[in-house]
């Protein structure tokens, strides 16, 4: 397997996960990272030991196929098409845009130049949601027939020193954290039809609760409280709330319900995590993880040992130009994603249905051993 050399465009917070996560991957040589402000760059550089760049240097330099867009999400669009332009492969941070156009446009950009686009999340390639996966191809629920899923808490004014973007038009629950649950349940179940739902914002101030900006208030200027239900290609019906409007729930993060049993599965911003599987008599089962490495703990958070394997998406991509094959995070799984979630946000403002306007395959499941293969030795 041949490597590709990866620079990294956007060295906020984000940036040091894929720093610290790449070398895990084989198909990965990290070169270089860039940002509009040059001495945050440096930091990084000289952090991880790439090189720092200019932006326009970046995508001219002759060693870097692959370029990461770690920038904010207001700026995916016009970043991921620079990136295209330079002649690189180009790999987004969630959500891939903000607007279906933006989305087609990419994509028709990259067939004319044959180049390829993937994009995060990639954390439904984790042990745990491997497993769910395989539980549902191998029949174990049956013909899945519905589910719920709950991403939902009071926002991030109270940890983040600098949460303004949250809660600006392009941010919201749905579009900051929703791309890990609907691309989770497309995973699992396949592409959605059609969605409908309610939006609205509880809470027309935020203000700051730590850090410099300790006490200043912020408006609220996009829905934070939405609750929809998506109806999928093979019939199924899911309900997904997402807000930042509520202090406490005890809603699971997600559950599938199939004919022959209920599915439990653990949050899907992470890698890991429980399985638990009830069968018609209502027995409860945690099922094996099958020893999936990318469902084994990793890092330690707080009190909690956890599985991060962020890179995963950008390394199958990168291996999946060098074989030859289709990547598991590919544009048309993204523009789905895009779609979708607009759509919820669409009609949470019109209160009317809004149908999908595309489509996509199910990403192929990653077993144990494909994972694996991506690892470094």
């Known amino acids: 397997m041949s490597k590709l050399g990866v620079g990294i465009i956007g060295c906020g917070n984000i940036s040091t996960t894929y720093l610290r996560y790449a070398p895990l991957f084989r198909a990965l040589d990290l070169k270089a990272v860039a940002d509009i402000d040059p001495k945050a760059a440096e930091a990084r550089a000289h952090e991880y030991g790439v090189r720092?760049?200019?932006?326009?240097?970046?995508?001219?330099?002759?060693?870097i196929d692959m370029v990461v867009n770690l920038t904010i999400p207001a700026a995916h669009f016009d970043v991921?098409?620079?990136?295209l332009e330079a002649g690189k492969h180009a790999y987004s941070e969630k959500p891939l845009?903000?607007?279906?156009?933006?989305?087609?446009?990419?994509?028709?950009?990259?067939?004319?130049?044959?180049?390829?686009?993937?994009?995060?999340?990639d954390t439904f390639l984790g042990g745990a949601h491997q497993l769910a996966r395989a539980l549902i191809d191998e029949g174990a629920l049956g013909r899945v027939i519905g589910g719920s899923a709950h991403v939902m808490n009071h926002g991030m004014e109270h940890?983040?020193?600098?949460?303004?973007?949250?809660?600006?038009?392009?941010?919201?629950?749905?579009?900051?954290?929703?791309?890990?649950y609907i691309t989770n349940l497309i995973q699992l179940i396949g592409p959605v039809t059609q969605v409908t739902g309610v939006a609205n914002s509880s809470f027309a101030t935020r203000t700051i609760a730590n850090g410099a900006r300790h006490g200043e208030e912020l408006q609220v200027e996009t829905p934070t409280n939405i609750h929809s239900v998506l109806e999928f290609a093979n019939g199924a019906v899911v309900t997904l709330s997402?807000?930042?409007?509520?202090?406490?729930?005890?809603?699971?993060?997600?559950?599938?319900?199939?004919?022959d049993g209920t599915m439990f599965v653990p949050d899907p911003n992470f890698f890991g995590g429980d399985v638990t599987f009830v069968d018609p008599r209502g027995r409860r089962e945690v099922v094996e993880t099958r020893k999936h490495p990318f469902g084994i703990a990793n890092q330690i958070h707080g009190d909690l040992a956890r599985a991060n394997y962020r890179c995963a998406g950008l390394a199958d991509m990168a291996s999946a130009i060098d074989e030859g094959r289709q990547h598991r995070c590919n544009i048309d799984l993204a523009v789905h994603a895009v779609d979708v979630m607009t759509g919820i946000l669409k009609a949470g403002e019109t209160r009317s249905f809004v149908k999908m306007s595309t489509t996509c395959e199910r990403p192929d499941a990653l077993s144990p051993e494909e994972a694996r293969a991506l690892l470094a030795d």
Request: hydrophobic residues 40%; negative net charge.
């Open 242 to 259: 997402a807000s930042w409007d509520i202090w406490a729930h005890d809603h699971r993060n997600m559950e599938i319900y199939g004919e």
């Open 52 to 63: 720092a760049e200019s932006v326009e240097d970046l995508l001219a330099a002759p060693d």
């Open 159 to 180: 940890w983040h020193p600098n949460p303004d973007f949250f809660f600006k038009p392009g941010a919201g629950p749905v579009l900051d954290l929703g791309p890990y």
């Open 97 to 121: 845009v903000l607007t279906l156009e933006e989305g087609k446009t990419l994509r028709d950009i990259a067939e004319s130049k044959n180049l390829r686009i993937g994009s995060a999340p």
């Open 80 to 83: 991921t098409r620079r990136i």
